[in-house]
């Protein structure tokens, strides 16, 4: 089977585009072409994929990236089994094409609650944009086949559809927690806690324990960082490829997600979260509904109050200070992930269902 993957939203490293979905194509002997926006994100095609370079779309700047996707699709149409798109944007690019190979939409969110975190879009066109995303969504929903990375995205649609959940890579063993250094990997904005990291790095500097932030920080969150970096209060290394940016999660004292109470959040499961816990490490969390159900099932971590700096500060000290709970915080948390959230368990399911939409017989 040959499978095109087409995003020009998301950087080509990201993790359930490559790392889990790509690869495990590749693992199951399937031939894929990535599409994605590779020169402008800095990056280079892994060498296990066939990269075709699109421009990045980005803020109001989105148009040239669709163009471009549709250009490919319409040429590679007849040498593909199978096409794959990550972004709403790209179903303009597939839309009204005749003699077109089936065409997937993995859906990675909520697309009209994610309308309220975007600054670029003028609230007064928020209301009709967010009428048009759920058009969009009917739309595809009787056009082509749908895959959910959440089952609470169900009930945006009216027929049941395969959910490929978030999860993660959980190694074979993993490092103990350590005492010194608490870490936050992905996206960095204001509404993901930017400004309560930074405050809880300032509360731990006389503690001598230190903040690591590893992700890709929007426009308005990149000063913030800067000036923080500048004056020494936290290490943050921006965007780092998802196998790289995990070994930093080995050995750290806890993992903070500080998402604030949106909309969007409220029904995801922060990837982030099970990343921390297939580590090995305790999970420090705002309580969005999905993050308290993990972490309290599981006995894996703290939850904190929204937006409370010095209640995310308290809670980092106690765990260091106290290595026995946080070594066993971290133990539950890794057995867990390993047990219930380890990505080759729903890998098979995803690859069987492409290859059952491409006519693919094994």
């Given at each position: ?6 995003t020009?939203v ?35 095609p ?8 699109l ?8 148009m ?20 794959l ?12 094409v005749?003699?077109r ?5 993995d859906?990675h ?7 309220s975190l ?11 944009v ?5 058009m969009?969504?009917?739309?595809a929903?009787?056009h ?30 993993v490092?103990?927690p350590?005492?010194d250094?608490?870490?936050?990997l ?5 509404a ?8 809880v ?8 324990v ?7 920080a ?5 000063p913030?960082?800067?000036?923080a ?23 750290a ?6 998402l604030?109470?949106?909309p ?5 499961m ?32 703290v ?19 106290d ?12 057995a ?26 094994r």
């Amino acid at each position: 089977m040959h499978v095109l993957v087409m995003t020009v939203v998301h950087n080509p490293e990201d993790a359930r585009i490559l790392h889990r979905q790509i690869r495990a194509l590749v693992d199951a002997g399937h031939e894929v072409t990535y599409a994605a926006s590779f020169t402008a994100h800095g990056v280079v095609p892994r060498p296990w994929v066939n990269g075709v370079d699109l421009p990045r779309a980005s803020q109001r700047r989105r148009m040239a990236g669709v163009l471009a996707a549709r250009r490919l699709f319409r040429r590679m149409r007849d040498k593909v089994d199978l096409v794959l798109i990550h972004d709403p944007e790209l179903l303009f690019a597939v839309w009204g094409v005749r003699n077109r190979p089936p065409v997937v939409w993995d859906v990675h969110e909520d697309t009209p609650a994610t309308l309220s975190l975007k600054p670029w879009l003028p609230a007064p066109l928020r209301p009709p944009v967010r009428f048009l995303a759920r058009m969009l969504e009917g739309t595809a929903e009787r056009h082509m086949h749908l895959l959910l990375a959440e089952t609470a995205y169900a009930g945006r649609f009216k027929h049941a559809h395969l959910i490929v959940p978030n999860e993660t890579w959980v190694p074979d063993s993993v490092t103990p927690p350590g005492d010194d250094r608490v870490v936050y990997l992905g996206w960095l904005s204001r509404a993901r806690g930017v400004l309560e990291a930074v405050e809880v790095a300032k509360l731990l500097q006389p503690y001598r324990v230190a903040v690591e932030l590893i992700g890709y920080a929007d426009p308005q969150s990149r000063p913030v960082l800067n000036q923080a970096v500048t004056e020494g209060l936290l290490e943050w290394r921006d965007f780092m490829p998802n196998d790289e940016a995990l070994k930093r999660l080995d050995g750290a004292l806890a993992g903070l997600s500080l998402l604030h109470d949106e909309p969007n959040y409220r029904h995801s499961m922060p990837t982030k979260i099970v990343e921390y816990m297939a580590h090995g490490i305790p999970v420090i969390t705002t309580p969005s509904p999905r993050a308290v159900e993990l972490v309290e099932r599981y006995d894996s971590g703290v939850v904190v109050p929204w937006e409370d700096p010095k209640a995310v500060a308290q809670a980092v000290l106690t765990l260091r200070d106290d290595v026995r709970e946080r070594r066993a915080q971290g133990a539950r948390g890794y057995a867990a992930a390993r047990a219930n959230h380890h990505w080759p368990n729903s890998a098979k399911r995803f690859v069987a269902q492409l290859e059952s939409w491409a006519g693919v017989k094994r």
